[in-house]
């Protein structure tokens, strides 16, 4: 069974709550703004046959990310999407991000927690592991992208888009950034304003960016083809000092 022909049988099921999914993932929304949606499981503790491990199993495999560090919502306003979970350096949830595993046009990508938790994109960064202070972190526009950038042994992390904000640059104020998006022609021009905006925060002369190779879009899709060594490799190697006033006169 191929993925797309996976993508259509779960995009086509009418399910509700399962009696073979028993395991969910304990919450405890009094005491924290965020928690799990409904019925989300640990993708590895769901039975083996079921569509949505089946799903969320083959879409994880070939990007080459653990399934164990990412969830599975199977019912709700979340249902069909890998739940990507943001914690805090001391290992608190503090956002997610659910990532819809069909194909149809007419349902959003990505959804994050609802507005009334207080909590939007623009007041996280997605970090697999929080690096010590002083480290070079490597920041992408996806959570995948970030994870392709740890496991090739770096720090990466997600943005959650092509823009920074205040409060995500206070999360980054203590480390080394090199603006790391995707090779496309929005992701150029992000880079220059991201980088413009720390140049403006006092991290002039400290930025560094890195753009993937021609023929890649973004990182994971370089660590599927690559491999983790030809990754850090061409991150180390490639990686060059930002300066805004040069960028302009490269135009």
Known sequence: LTFAGLEKQVDEMVRGKSKSHKIIVETNPEDDKISFPDMTYRIQDLPEGDYFRNAAEIHLKERKLPIDKFFVCVGGKYKNR????????????????????????????????????????????????????????????????AYAISIAGLNGVALGGKEIHDTQFYLMRKYQPVIALDNDKAGKRAMKKIGAYFESHGFEGKVGY???????????????????????????????KFDSLMMELKE
């Open 82 to 145: 890998i739940i990507i979970p943001y914690y805090d350096r001391n290992g608190k949830l503090i956002y997610f991000n659910g990532r819809y595993l069909g194909k149809s046009k007419d349902i959003v990508k990505y959804m994050g927690p609802d507005k009334k938790t207080g909590i939007s994109k623009e007041d996280v960064i997605y970090m697999p592991q929080w690096a010590e202070n002083g480290s070079k972190i490597y920041l992408t526009e996806g959570e995948f992208d």
């Open 210 to 240: 890195v753009k993937p190779p021609p023929k890649y879009k973004d990182w994971n899709e370089m660590l599927v083809k690559k491999g983790a060594r030809i990754l850090v490799g061409y991150l180390m190697t490639y990686e060059r």
